[in-house]
Nanobody
């Protein structure tokens, strides 16, 4: 069955860094676009970053551009999110997702989600 397992979250101070990982199984990883979403308390889940199946093209939420980097290793069936210069507003549960792009390069989320990994930014 499809599994997405996120890891790497934790408590960091403002300005700190984290590297999130998402290990995928149960589907042909290299055939899917991948993404990271986040959901802060009391807010809707939002798309943070996405990446094409070959890793050649990425896209980011405006508020994280220049600080977050999405990447993937198709040999390891893993997608990563490097988070630098963390801000208090980055506090959220981060989820990965396997999906696809439309012809206009809009990311469409797939049906499967992991349990997420919590990122807390606090002094």
């Amino acid at each position: 069955q499809v599994q997405l397992v996120e890891s790497g979250g934790g408590l960091v101070q403002p300005g700190g860094s984290l590297r999130l990982s998402c290990a995928a199984s149960g589907f042909t990883f290299s055939s899917y676009a991948m993404s990271w979403y986040r959901q802060a308390p009391g807010k809707e889940r939002e798309l943070v970053a996405d990446i094409t199946n070959d890793g050649g093209t990425t896209n980011y939420l405006d508020s994280v551009k220049g600080r977050f980097t999405i990447s993937r290793d198709n040999a390891k069936n893993t997608v990563y999110l490097q988070i630098n210069s963390l801000k208090p507003e980055d506090k959220a549960v981060y989820y990965c997702n396997a999906g696809r792009f439309t012809s206009l390069r809009t990311y469409i989320a797939g049906d499967y989600w992991g349990k997420g990994t919590l990122v807390t930014v606090s002094t």
